[in-house]
T-cell receptor
Framework: DVKVTQSSRYLVKRTGEKVFLECVQD?????MFWYRQDPGLGLRLIYFSYDVKMKEKGDIPEGYSVSREKKERFSLILESASTNQTSMYLC?????????????FGQGTRLTVV | QKEVEQNSGPLSVPEGAIASLNCTYS??????FFWYRQYSGKSPELIMS????GDKEDGRFTAQLNKASQYVSLLIRDSQPSDSATYLCAVNHSGGGADGLTFGKGTHLIIQP
């Protein structure tokens, strides 16, 4: 069973804080992704990584950075949290670089920035 | 611009009937198509994938793909209250590469007992 685990289920942070969201997968997947999900806007890709130390911008990378130092771990960093970054954050991983196979999602982190 | 369009609903279907969910996409070169189910407060889970034109059946679920019309659908037969969820259509675009799936905003399905 593929497991994608996100470090926190709920987080509350203050405006201006640096925030780290952690994601770990246990199936040796090459590809990992960070999405955010907002009502009325759906799932939007923030960043993805297809290999250790490699990263690519998704559709909405502004205000975020990522780190992938080990294959199993992909971190999303909010450099200076703002209230418009309040959202559900979903990490996913996939074995297939062409993404012809499914993406497996973590349980999500609901982040509130106050 | 990669776009995936779904009717947001809610789509209300009586128990035991067929639920029909539709999705259109903008990138004509798209190669892979997925339907995810998402219960409230939970993360998406894959229920169907389809890669070639035609129908693909898995239990009570049938995915249909028409690349010429850039259209993909999901049929749920014998709908159950447990099928009530938001259904996300997702598309992988032309050229392959690990560029992530583009998701529609989802259709909220309600199965009425």
């Amino acid at each position: 069973d593929v497991k994608v685990t996100q470090s926190s289920r709920y987080l509350v942070k203050r405006t201006g804080e640096k925030v780290f969201l952690e994601c770990v997968q246990d199936m040796d997947h090459e590809n990992m992704f960070w999405y955010r999900q907002d009502p009325g806007l759906g799932l939007r890709l923030i960043y993805f990584s297809y290999d250790v130390k490699m990263k690519e911008k998704g559709d909405i990378p502004e205000g975020y950075s990522v780190s992938r130092e080990k294959k199993e771990r992909f971190s999303l960093i909010l450099e200076s949290a703002s209230t418009n970054q309040t959202s559900m954050y979903l990490c996913a991983s996939s074995v297939d670089p062409g993404l012809t196979t499914e993406a497996f999602f973590g349980q999500g982190t609901r982040l509130t920035v106050v | 611009q990669k776009e995936v369009e779904q009717n947001s609903g809610p789509l209300s279907v009586p128990e035991g009937a067929i639920a029909s969910l539709n999705c259109t996409y903008s990138d004509r070169g798209s190669q892979s198509f997925f339907w995810y189910r998402q219960y409230s407060g939970k993360s998406p889970e894959l229920i169907m994938s389809i890669y070639s034109n035609g129908d693909k059946e898995d239990g009570r679920f049938t995915a249909q793909l028409n690349k010429a019309s850039q259209y993909v659908s999901l049929l749920i037969r014998d709908s159950q209250p447990s099928d009530s969820a938001t259904y996300l259509c997702a598309v992988n675009h032309s050229g392959g590469g690990a560029d992530g799936l583009t998701f529609g905003k989802g259709t909220h399905l309600i199965i009425q007992p």
